[in-house]
Every structure is written in C-alpha cells, then in structure tokens.
C-alpha cells in the first residue's frame, strides 16, 4: 500500500493468561504519549475493513491491516491546537469517526472524515463546543452530548451526514443534575440512558420529534459516581452495565469494578444481578503487596458481555459479566504499565495500549 | 432487593412511558 509502514508483528511470548493471544503491536514512531486507542471501519472502492485509530495529544492515526497480522498507517491528522482527550467512535459508520478535544475537560467534538469521495480528500471540523461534560457516539451516524453553561446544562443529539456535516439536532430534556455518561439501550433505537453525577440514571426517548426524560432512577448509595457503559431491555426490565471507580471493598463483593443492574422503568426499583470484582493481589488480600495488588480501577470498557479495565497495579483485567468472573488478566510488561484497554468492534479483540503509544492487539 | 422486588413489570414500558411524559 502507497504510504503504508509495514510493521512487523510481535508473536504470542510470555503471557501468563491463555486466554489472551497477542495478535499484532502497532507502534507509532511519531508520536510520544497514548491518548485512547479505537477501531473503525474504512471502505474505499467497494470493500469495507476494520481499521484501528490511535491518538496522541497533538495527533490521531488511522491504521489499515497488511498482510500476516502487520498493520501500516495510512493517515495522520495533526490537532495541535487544542490537545485530544479521546477518540468517540461513531460504532457503524464508516470513513467517518470524532475526537474530542480540550484541556482538563472536553472543549470541542471535531470530525475525522477518512476519506471524501467527492475529492478524495482527509478533512476535519468542528461539530460542537462548549464545556462538554460527556459524549457518545450511536447508532446511525448520531452523536449525543451534554455541557453546562453555568446553572444551565444542555443535552443535545446532533446527527452527522456521511461528509461528517451536522444534518439535524436536537436537544434532549436535561436532568437536574450533571450528566457524566451515556449509553445506548441495545436494539431500541429510540432509547437512550445516562448516568449522573447524583448517582442516578436518567432514561431519554430520541426520536428526533421530541427528547423526553422518561425516567430517572437512583442507583444506590453504596456504590457512588457510577458510569454506564451498556443497556438492554428484556423481560420488561432495564439491564444496565454499570462500573463504579470509587466503590468501597464490601464482604459480599469485594470491590466491584462492574455491575449488571436490573432497573424496572415503571417503578424505578432496581437490584443487583451480578457483581464483577477487582482480581486479588498475587499476595492475596491480607497481604497484600502494593505493587502487585489491583486496588483500583482506573478506566475500562465493555462490549456485548466482556469488561476490561486498566487497574493501578498496571495490569488490564477481562471480567466475563454473565459470570461475574475475572477471566484473563494481563500484567503491566518489561515496558511498562498498561494505561489502555479497549474492544475491538467485538469483544473477541482486546487493544491494549501502552503509555509510549505502543498498541497490543489480542485476541480474547 | 431481589428481581422479584422490583414491582409490577410492563413489557411495553417505553412505549407507556413515552405517552405519559410532558412533550
């Protein structure tokens, strides 16, 4: 491929889980500090591929797959006014993906357009600005976030053309209280839930008529400042993944990092399902070494029924949420400690990402 | 609390709650 740097792939070496295989390492000579790490899809002249992106502060890459598991990069766009924050996927877009920008806290949504078939061109502007507490990217090329300007908070759903261009908005009914995150209801279209700095969930209808706030359940107090990753409804109740960076060690759960909860919209109750905890240090938890012990978690994703998150012990642990167990569990390497963990489009692909830019792939 | 605490359960529980709520 024009342009592409062939990279060569590191083999399976010394992980002490079987069940994760090192698939491939990108490493970007150019840039210095990992941001996030993504994937995406990019398509040109009838093929479509899954393509990885890596962002540094000042820059974001797009990355094709070559041959026997090696990976070339294909563009990179350089942001170095304002430093990326992270990467927003848009999940079944293709050509097209968002980074958010800013210092301590969002400033601005900016498009990556991969590639314009009107000029064959890698563009890039704005979608939003403002102090952006939290963003997602849907379904169907649409993007929701919320910001505040002083007492006022703003809740708004934009959604992108296939040249990234904002075609339609819409502002959702905002809660009371900051909204922190968001999360799709899997296979409803039209609902989408969030979580609050209260510690409450917040139920919205988007059907591009009206933003309703249908409902808003409180979470708990034992488990303060939860973040949703992930919704189903089933059976008549709202199952909602949530993680919890700042929960206490329980005796019932150790210290949770991930929680399925069932909410029943209707009455606003809610009950624990099942519980994944923090792996145990290898010393075990009376004695517990601390640079072995994964005290806490730091920031993590999920994806159909896997979690992942980078403990700060360095290791990345995969908790099977349906068993609410750890299955694999990847120890900081001789280069360092892990900083990012994030899925593939499926969870059967784990992207591990170091502090100096290095990207492992997995397969889980 | 336990799932069979949660209360009467509506399979149509976005569709009701959408009528319901103000526009």
Same mark, same amino acid.
């Given at each position: 491929?024009?342009?592409?740097?062939?990279?060569?792939?590191?083999? +399976? $070496?010394?992980?002490?889980?079987?069940?994760?295989?090192?698939?491939?390492?990108?490493?970007?000579?150019?840039?210095?500090?990992?941001?996030?790490?993504?994937?995406?899809?990019?398509?040109?002249? /009838?093929?479509? @591929?899954?393509?990885?992106?890596?962002?540094?502060?000042?820059?974001?890459?797009?990355?094709? !797959?070559?041959?026997?598991?090696?990976?070339?990069?294909?563009?990179?766009?350089? +942001?170095?006014?304002?430093?990326?924050?992270?990467?927003?996927?848009?999940?079944?877009?293709?050509? %097209?993906?968002?980074?958010?920008?800013?210092?301590?806290?969002?400033?601005?949504?900016?498009?990556?357009?991969?590639?314009?078939?009107?000029?064959?061109?890698?563009?890039?502007?704005?979608?939003?600005?403002?102090?952006?507490?939290?963003?997602?990217?849907? &379904?169907?090329?649409? %993007?929701?976030?919320?910001?505040?300007?002083?007492?006022?908070?703003?809740?708004? #759903?934009?959604?992108?053309?296939?040249?990234?261009?904002?075609?339609? /908005?819409?502002? +959702? #009914? !905002?809660?009371? @209280?900051?909204?922190?995150?968001?999360?799709?209801?899997?296979? #409803?279209?039209?609902?989408?839930?969030?979580?609050?700095?209260?510690?409450?969930?917040?139920?919205?209808?988007?059907? %591009?008529?009206?933003?309703?706030?249908?409902?808003? #359940?409180?979470?708990?107090?034992?488990?303060?400042?939860?973040?949703?990753?992930?919704?189903?409804? $089933?059976?008549?109740?709202?199952?909602?993944? +949530?993680?919890?960076?700042?929960?206490?060690?329980?005796?019932?759960?150790?210290?949770?990092?991930?929680?399925?909860?069932?909410?029943?919209?209707?009455?606003?109750?809610?009950?624990?399902?099942?519980?994944?905890?923090? !792996?145990?240090?290898?010393?075990?938890? &009376?004695?517990?070494?601390?640079?072995?012990?994964?005290?806490?978690?730091?920031?993590? $994703?999920? &994806?159909?029924?896997?979690?992942?998150?980078?403990?700060?012990?360095?290791?990345?642990?995969?908790? $099977?949420?349906?068993?609410?167990?750890?299955?694999?569990?990847?120890?900081?390497?001789?280069?360092?400690?892990?900083?990012?963990?994030?899925?593939?489009?499926?969870?059967?692909?784990?992207?591990? /990402? &170091?502090?100096? /830019?290095?990207?492992?792939?997995?397969?889980? | 609390?336990?799932? =069979?605490? *949660?209360?009467?359960? =509506? *399979?149509?529980?976005?569709?009701? *709650? =959408?009528?319901?709520?103000?526009?």
């Amino acid at each position: 491929t024009a342009g592409a740097e062939p990279l060569t792939p590191v083999l +399976l $070496d010394d992980l002490r889980e079987e069940s994760l295989q090192l698939l491939s390492k990108l490493k970007d000579s150019s840039s210095s500090c990992a941001v996030d790490v993504s994937t995406m899809w990019w398509g040109a002249a /009838g093929s479509r @591929e899954l393509c990885v992106v890596t962002a540094s502060e000042s820059s974001v890459s797009l990355w094709k !797959p070559l041959a026997s598991d090696r990976w070339g990069k294909l563009h990179t766009w350089q +942001l170095r006014e304002i430093p990326v924050i992270q990467i927003v996927p848009l999940p079944d877009t293709c050509n %097209l993906v968002c980074v958010a920008l800013g210092e301590l806290e969002i400033g601005e949504i900016r498009w990556l357009l991969l590639y314009s078939s009107e000029n064959d061109s890698f563009e890039q502007s704005l979608v939003k600005a403002g102090n952006i507490k939290a963003v997602l990217g849907l &379904q169907e090329r649409r %993007l929701v976030s919320s910001s505040r300007t002083g007492q006022e908070q703003q809740v708004e #759903m934009v959604s992108l053309a296939e040249t990234g261009r904002s075609k339609d /908005g819409q502002t +959702l #009914m !905002p809660p009371e @209280e900051t909204v922190l995150a968001f999360a799709e209801v899997e296979g #409803m279209r039209e609902a989408l839930v969030g979580t609050t700095a209260v510690n409450s969930i917040v139920v919205w209808s988007v059907n %591009l008529k009206t933003g309703q706030l249908l409902k808003k #359940m409180h979470v708990g107090y034992s488990y303060p400042a939860s973040i949703c990753h992930r919704a189903y409804s $089933d059976s008549g109740l709202l199952f909602v993944v +949530l993680s919890h960076p700042h929960a206490k060690e329980s005796e019932s759960c150790g210290t949770p990092a991930f929680r399925l909860v069932a909410f029943n919209p209707r009455t606003a109750r809610s009950a624990g399902v099942l519980c994944s905890s923090l !792996p145990l240090g290898q010393a075990g938890r &009376q004695r517990c070494d601390p640079s072995v012990c994964h005290r806490r978690y730091l920031e993590g $994703d999920v &994806q159909d029924t896997s979690a992942t998150a980078v403990l700060t012990s360095g290791a990345i642990a995969v908790w $099977d949420l349906l068993l609410g167990q750890c299955t694999a569990l990847l120890p900081p390497g001789p280069q360092g400690s892990w900083v990012l963990a994030r899925w593939a489009t499926t969870s059967a692909c784990l992207l591990a /990402g &170091q502090r100096d /830019g290095t990207v492992c792939l997995y397969r889980y | 609390c336990s799932v =069979s605490d *949660l209360g009467p359960i =509506s *399979l149509n529980w976005f569709e009701e *709650l =959408s009528a319901e709520a103000p526009p």
